[in-house]
Nanobody, 125 residues
């Protein structure tokens, strides 16, 4: 098991920035691919970004928005999602995910074994 805990969500206004964190408790994830997904009400879980174990490779969705950045600190067992110029359509529960490489299809949620409980991000207009 890889316990993942997200934090940093909240209510913000359109145009604001927000940084989410996800930490692995009691288990090192330095060799894992770490990713962020989000799920809005009534919609499927959507891939946001993922990062390779060494932080050198970022995986993007087909429709990357350029407003989000992923980074990781292996010394802290933590992955971050920096979000800027937030829009109401970014409102969702944001989840972090982890798994050992290689992952066939890093943009597909079902390919990750380990998940956090999610953190709510609400962007008001």
């Amino acid at each position: 098991q890889v316990p993942l805990v997200e934090s940093g969500g909240g209510l913000v206004q359109a145009g604001d920035s927000l940084t989410l964190s996800c930490s692995a408790s009691g288990r090192t994830v330095s060799s894992y691919i770490l990713g962020w997904f989000r799920q809005a009400p009534g919609k499927e879980r959507e891939f946001v970004l993922a990062v390779s174990w060494d932080g050198r490779t970022t995986y993007y969705p087909g429709s990357a928005n350029g407003r989000f950045t992923i980074s990781r600190d292996n010394a802290k067992n933590t992955v971050y999602l920096q979000m800027s110029s937030l829009k109401p359509e970014d409102t969702a529960v944001y989840y972090c995910a982890a798994d050992r490489p290689p992952i066939t299809g890093v943009t597909t949620a079902s390919n990750y074994h380990y998940w956090g409980q999610g953190t709510q991000v609400t962007v008001s207009s």
